[in-house]
Nanobody, 119 residues
Framework: QVQLVESGGGLVQAGGSLRLSCAAS????????MGWYRQAPGSQRELVAV???????NYAGSVKDRFTISRDNAKNTVYLQMNSLKPEDTAVYYC?????????????WGQGTQVTVSS
């Protein structure tokens, strides 16, 4: 069984910073890409940033130059450093990872962590 556990969400004023973490645990043989998605009320879930095992990254245009994704392969953990936060960044942030567990590659999701940015 594989689990993704997120932490680091909270309430912050506009212009502030937060750092999200997501740790994968369980029967893990290898992890391919890891990423962050977000879903605001009334909106569809959208990609925020993704990072491959070798460190290649991709960002949504709305967060480029403000957010930084990184990962620690030894700890099976992905991070999202969020700077210059705006009220429109308010959403539930979900971690997603493509993991080879017992016998196949599968996508796994975390439970989500709330980020609220006040104006």
């Amino acid at each position: 069984q594989v689990q993704l556990v997120e932490s680091g969400g909270g309430l912050v004023q506009a212009g502030g910073s937060l750092r999200l973490s997501c740790a994968a645990s369980g029967s893990i043989f290898s992890i391919n890409y890891m990423g962050w998605y977000r879903q605001a009320p009334g909106s569809q879930r959208e990609l925020v940033a993704v990072i491959t095992r070798d460190g290649s990254t991709n960002y949504a245009g709305s967060v480029k130059d403000r957010f930084t994704i990184s990962r620690d392969n030894a700890k099976n953990t992905v991070y999202l450093q969020m700077n210059s936060l705006k009220p429109e960044d308010t959403a539930v942030y979900y971690c997603k990872a493509n993991i080879y567990g017992r016998s196949s590659w599968s996508d796994y999701w975390g439970q989500g962590t709330q980020v609220t940015v006040s104006s």
